[in-house]
Each structure stands twice: as C-alpha cells, then as structure tokens.
C-alpha cells in the first residue's frame, strides 16, 4: 500500500516523463504548450533552488548527513538539488537529452542522441525554409 506522498510523487514523474515523450515524439507540440510547460518547470527549479541555498562547500540544510556513524570523517554530503539543476544548466543540450532519455530508461548511446537532435534540427530548417517562401 503507497501513501498518498508516493502516490503524488508517481503522478508527478509520470507527468514529467510524458513530457520528455511529448518534446522527443515526432508529433508537433504547439508552442502556447511548450511555454505553459516551461513556466511549470522553471517555477519548480526557482523554488527547489530557493529551498536549498548553499554554503561555501555546496551543502544546504535539507539534504542530509550520511547513515554511517563514525564521527571523524563524517561529513554531510553536497546538495543534490543544486547539483543536478547545476549539470541541466552548464552543459550541452545533446548530454542534458541524453541524459533524459537515460532517466527514462530509454537506451540511447551519446553518439544516437546527437544524430536524433541533427535530424530534428534539419526538419526544423526545412519547415522555415517552407514558410518563409511562402511570403
């Protein structure tokens, strides 16, 4: 039996899973749904970034100490929140898909997820080639 808090918790990452399906699906996604998404997901990232505040060594107050107990080298690890929205900031869009599609446990090799962003990047040129001579 779930609680209601891992009931919610499946709910939101099936909702973010589907939208990884939905922006890498071949299917159009209309743009007025692309930037609700979007506002969504930038207000999460604010208030988790917000929630856990670093100090000088990237540790915040939320994530905690490790479970071992001996005293003299225990230290309390890096925030994970700041980590990860760190490596969705800093590096390039082909590594940030690839690992999506990793998290979505799609098996996709690097090289794979490049070819797919090349090929949307092609059509997306063809499609303004096609309107622009349209005017």
């Known amino acids: 039996m779930s609680s209601i808090w891992q009931t919610r918790y499946r709910l939101i990452l099936e909702w973010l899973e589907e939208l990884v399906n939905r922006l890498s699906g071949e299917e159009p996604i209309e743009q007025a749904v692309v930037e609700e998404q979007a506002v969504r997901l930038l207000m999460g990232a604010v208030r988790l970034l917000r929630e856990h505040e670093v100090n000088k060594r990237g540790q915040c107050r939320c994530c905690g100490w490790p479970r071992w107990k001996w005293p003299f080298w225990r230290r309390r690890r890096r925030c994970t929140v700041f980590s990860a929205l760190g490596f969705a900031v800093e590096q390039n869009l082909d590594t940030v898909w690839w690992q999506l599609f990793e998290d979505a446990g799609r098996g996709f090799s690097f090289g794979e997820v490049r070819k797919w ?19």
């Open 117 to 135: 962003l090349e090929a949307r990047a092609s059509e997306t040129a063809q499609d303004g080639d096609r309107f622009g001579q349209g005017h």
